[in-house]
């Protein structure tokens, strides 16, 4: 149940984002069958991972369904139609742990390495607010293409990365540095 939840408010919060950030939003298309959604939550890991991961959707009223038990302790998800852009994701289970602290403003275990793909590339958001809803003056909103994202490290391990508010996003950075939510942000091709 608790993944549920998680789920749900990592794609709720993703939609809030974008629909704020960008006035442009897909086009309304017919319901995505579930072949559809599993191909789409497929791409946001590499094949090895996607054949063993769990792949689940949200439906209109807001549950998590499951299209596809998984074996290998991964969680996957489609792309989020009402963002400007791919957004499937594809979670480990400490990451999902990592996900729920930040939702719940609750600190995330340091030490609890978690790891998230999302090859297919991820949505707008602040990198300098981990609570942003759309862009300000102030708070650096970022455009990210594919990448991964290692989150629950010490403090250690990000001060080895850059941590500058408008980052180099073709290269590894650390997103929201200096709040308990800070994390690695590495680009890939």
């Known amino acids: 149940m608790r993944a549920k939840y998680v789920l749900v408010r ?14 442009a939003k897909k086009k309304a298309a017919a319901k995505p069958s579930d072949a559809e959604l599993i191909a789409s939550a497929k791409k946001a ?20 369904r499951t299209l596809l038990k998984g074996t290998n302790g991964f ?22 742990e990592w996900a729920h602290a930040w939702m719940s403003h609750q600190t995330p275990t340091v030490g609890k390495i978690g790891f998230m793909y999302m090859l ?19 708070n650096h909103w970022i455009k990210t293409g594919p990448h991964i994202m290692v989150v629950g490290g010490d403090q250690a391990f ?32």
């Open 10 to 23: 990592l794609l709720i919060f993703a939609a809030v984002a974008a629909t704020s950030a960008a006035p």
């Open 45 to 64: 890991a590499p094949p090895s991972v996607a054949k063993g991961a769990t792949i689940v959707t949200m439906e209109a009223d807001g549950t998590m």
């Open 75 to 96: 969680t996957c998800m489609p792309d989020n139609p009402v963002t400007p852009g791919p957004d499937p994701m594809c979670l480990d289970a400490n990451s999902m």
């Open 120 to 138: 297919a590339g991820g949505t707008d958001a602040s990198n300098t607010d981990p609570y942003a809803t759309k862009p300000t003056a102030s």
């Open 158 to 189: 990000y001060d080895s990365y850059p941590k500058s508010a408008d980052p180099d996003t073709s290269v590894p950075y650390v997103m929201w540095a200096g709040t308990p939510y800070q994390h690695l942000m590495a680009p890939v091709k």
